[in-house]
């Protein structure tokens, strides 16, 4: 039996101090990315509900001034026809004519960009609105 009390028996114990601290820190870094992801979430929902508010104020915008602009085309083509009509009594010259017809093709021109630029703004609101633009066949 006294043989057997001189063997010698190992223990090898490790604690992993650094390597708490290093986890420790990798949750804190991991915090810090995710609040960041978070603060540019709010800031990319902020610009997006800032440009569906000013999409739709140009939109209203451009409305108006279309209605306004078909107001003007209406003026403009019943002075053109009461000119010619004075033209016709042989009240005024051609010149006149030419200038008031001149004066409501410009009307009709302005009121076809107006139109153009109406539609192109309210496409742009119906995209933020719906994620697409629907295609008239």
Known sequence: MDANFNQIVGLNVSIPVANNQQLRNSVKRDNIALNN????????EAELRKNVYKSTSDALNSYSKLK????????????????????????????????????????NEILINNK??????????????????????
């Not at 009461?82 to 409501?104: C, H, P, R, W």
């Open 37 to 44: 992801l978070y603060i540019e979430h709010d800031e990319i």
């Open 68 to 107: 306004e602009t078909e107001k003007s085309v209406a003026n403009t083509r019943s002075i053109y026809e009461m000119t010619l009509d004075y033209f016709k009594l042989g009240g005024i010259s051609s010149i006149e004519v030419i200038n008031a017809q001149n004066e409501f093709l410009k009307a």
């Open 116 to 137: 153009i630029d109406f539609f192109l703004k309210l496409k742009i609101v119906e995209y933020y609105k719906y994620g697409k633009i629907a295609i008239i066949n």
